[in-house]
């Protein structure tokens, strides 16, 4: 594999060929001013001539770029630096004329210049041609520097803007994701310790069986929360299997009063939902309706896909509850809204309200999602 060249050695030769082109530029220049009069063209002083001058400029440019860097026009003190560089503009267009004259000299297209006399008089006649043009390419230099750092430091300052749009996304992403993580932390000992006190309700009763049943299912329940970990979404049949768990626990303690009915067909059983959010609805219609009726009480949770929209509805035949439950919700809806509000924004609603002539419905309303793409989902 060749070696890059030094990067000494690339910016000579970009130098090189920018002030050919200004050359190239000046001898049609000439040569088009001449042609318009009719006049002879010299071609040979004419392209000697404008190379010569440009190839001394070449040679003036790192030490010029550097008086830019040094100096910048476009910050800190623009009018003492204009001023700075207007003074060096003047020297350079010195220098280089003063250069100019034993080159051309040693071309032949000048005479030689054989002592101080000579050389002065060949340098104030030069002067005359090359002292405006000498200021001009010192400023060309000067300025086509500044027009590229600025638009250095704009990319520079899009880059660092982008930079930081990306890093106060990710904090954002972790600051949602640990507050999610919160929230979910909150419902597992809320659903584990009225758990617990149910189980040391049937051991104070001397009913070690169903206390035994509990504990075995609180156990399946427990290894299926943990399996998930920190997950935050997962597929619907999951959070079902999840949810006939945890009824099959209460169902030990209410037994026939608890009659449960799922319905979530094949069409949604992949769709992602929020880990843990059917629970404690679920649980509090329980709470609400088993728990403050002697009656028999039915729970339904359903599933269905609309329009791009999953909605998920827990309804219960229970006795209902009054109206400022649904004002002051309990940890597990609170909770439960909360996470809806954090991973969907307003793209999920929630709502919960007594049914007529009796019991409580509650309803979520989610963005239909599997995490394949549509042709996965087509497929």
């Excluded at 050919?20 to 530029?25: E, I, K, M, V």
């Excluded at 009018?79 to 000299?105: D, K, M, N, Y």
């Excluded at 339904?300 to 998920?312: I, P």
């Amino acid at each position: 594999m060749p070696r890059p060249f030094p990067a000494s050695i690339r910016r000579s030769v970009m130098y090189w060929l920018a002030w050919t082109a200004a050359g190239l530029f000046y001898i049609t220049q000439d040569f088009m001013t001449r042609l318009s009069r009719s006049e002879w063209i010299p071609w040979r002083d004419l392209i000697v001539g404008w190379m010569a001058a440009m190839y001394i400029c070449a040679a003036f440019t790192p030490s010029i770029l550097w008086l830019g860097r040094r100096w910048g026009v476009a910050e800190g003190f623009r009018r003492q630096h204009i001023a700075i560089h207007l003074g060096a503009s003047i020297v350079f267009s010195l220098l280089s004329t003063a250069l100019e004259v034993p080159v051309l000299a040693a071309l032949g297209m000048f005479p030689a210049v054989t002592g101080p006399a000579s050389f002065a008089r060949g340098f104030w006649r030069l002067l005359p041609y090359d002292l405006h043009g000498g200021v001009i390419r010192y400023w060309a230099v000067i300025g086509l520097q500044a027009l590229i750092r600025s638009n250095q430091e704009a990319r520079r300052r899009e880059r660092e803007a982008l930079e930081l749009k990306i890093r106060s996304s990710q904090l954002a992403e972790q600051l949602t994701s640990s507050q999610l993580s919160a929230l979910k932390m909150q419902m597992h000992p809320h659903f584990l310790f009225n758990t617990l006190s149910a189980i040391m309700v049937l051991v104070r009763q001397q009913n070690g069986p169903k206390a035994e049943t509990m504990l075995s299912r609180l156990s399946d329940l427990l290894r299926h929360t943990l399996d998930d970990g920190e997950t935050q979404e997962v597929p619907l049949w999951r959070e079902l299997d999840f949810l006939r768990l945890y009824l099959s626990i209460e169902q030990v303690r209410f037994e026939d009063r608890l009659r449960v009915r799922i319905d979530a067909g094949p069409e949604v059983s992949t769709a992602l939902v929020p880990h843990m959010a059917l629970q404690p609805i679920v649980e509090n219609a329980v709470r609400h309706g088993l728990g403050q009726s002697e009656e028999p009480v039915l729970i339904h949770v359903s599933a269905s896909r609309m329009n791009g929209r999953l909605t998920l509805t827990v309804t219960d035949d229970g006795p209902g509850c009054p109206a400022p439950a649904f004002e002051e919700k309990g940890i597990g809806l609170t909770n439960t809204q909360n996470r809806l509000r954090r991973l969907y924004g307003a793209d999920a609603t929630f709502s919960a309200e007594n049914r007529v002539p009796q019991g409580v419905q509650v309803t979520m309303i989610l963005p239909y999602h599997t995490g394949r793409s549509e042709d996965d989902e087509r497929a």
